[in-house]
């Protein structure tokens, strides 16, 4: 069993972000989780990784109570995740934003020139996966904004987690890069990691997941495969309001 919550509930002064929601994600798959805007997603993700407090209910991972852990902690736990609105140090350059991402390297010793020759190999090695390794010497913040999701991917990779989770990894990024970006989930996902993926695009989220849990309100309202979830008149009644 991977990630599963019980009854994970937020709000925000009136507003009720999540509201008892319990999922328990499909091992070993890409799980998709999609829903109107407003619907709690990303409040989910932010109380499962830890940086935003639930008011009440639970996270489990691999049988362990993760609720309330520090982000640094869930991440030690071998979750992994990206922002909706990536998240890199735009002024360091693509090799030492791989090296500060595995927190073993301190920003001090980086700066000083004393990088650990197995983790230079190993964001490398990441880099070339994600083929911006001919960027590496290039500052973060000259990359097109699609590269810089994928050097925020590669950074998270360089943490070995074993459960991604990726919020609107299309977002904001060109068909081309999109299609680069499902062919390196379905990869990684080959090698044996989770994943769960917040999207808008409806065609990645159809093209790639092999299960979508649908959010309304704070709470999943359906689950399936993708087809399946598709027609299903609840999912249409959220989207549509019909
Ligand atoms: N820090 C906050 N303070 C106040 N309200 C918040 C905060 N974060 C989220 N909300 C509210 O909680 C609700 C759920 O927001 P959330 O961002 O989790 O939804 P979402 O499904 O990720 O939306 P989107 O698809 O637009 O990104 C919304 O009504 C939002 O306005």
Redesign the pocket.
């Known amino acids: 069993m991977s990630l599963r919550t019980e009854g994970l509930t937020k709000s ?2 009136g ?1 009720l ?1 999540v509201n008892g929601a319990s999922v328990e994600l499909r091992d070993g798959k890409i799980n998709g989780l999609i ?1 109107p ?8 993700f932010n109380i499962v990784t830890g940086m935003i407090k639930p008011d009440s209910g639970r996270v489990l991972y691999r049988d362990r109570d993760l609720t309330r852990h520090s982000p640094h902690r869930v991440a030690h736990a071998g979750i992994g995740r990206t922002f ?1 609105l990536c998240r890199i140090f735009p002024r360091l350059s693509v090799l030492e934003n791989m090296l500060v991402a595995v927190r073993r390297t301190r920003l001090r010793e980086l700066l000083a020139g004393l990088r650990d020759t197995g983790e230079v190999e190993r964001a490398r090695h990441w880099l070339r996966r994600m083929g911006i390794e001919h960027l590496e010497d290039a500052e973060a913040r000259d990359l097109s904004y699609g590269q810089q999701k994928l050097l925020e991917l590669a950074a998270v990779l360089m943490a070995e987690p074993d459960l991604v989770l990726l919020d609107e990894p299309a977002g904001g990024v060109n068909p081309a890069l999109i299609d680069r970006i499902i062919h390196l989930v379905r990869d990684l996902n080959a090698e044996g990691r989770t994943f769960l993926v ?1 999207e ?1 695009n409806m065609d990645m989220v159809m093209g790639m997941c092999d299960h979508v849990i649908v ?1 309304d309100r704070g709470a999943p309202i359906a689950e399936g495969p993708p087809g399946l979830v598709r027609e299903d008149p609840r999912v249409l009644e959220a989207y549509l309001g019909v």
Do not use: I, P, Y
């Not at 805007?37 to 989910?44: D, I, L, Q, R, W």
């Open positions: 925000f002064g507003v972000a829903g805007n407003g619907s709690g997603k990303t409040t989910f909706q917040v808008h959010f």
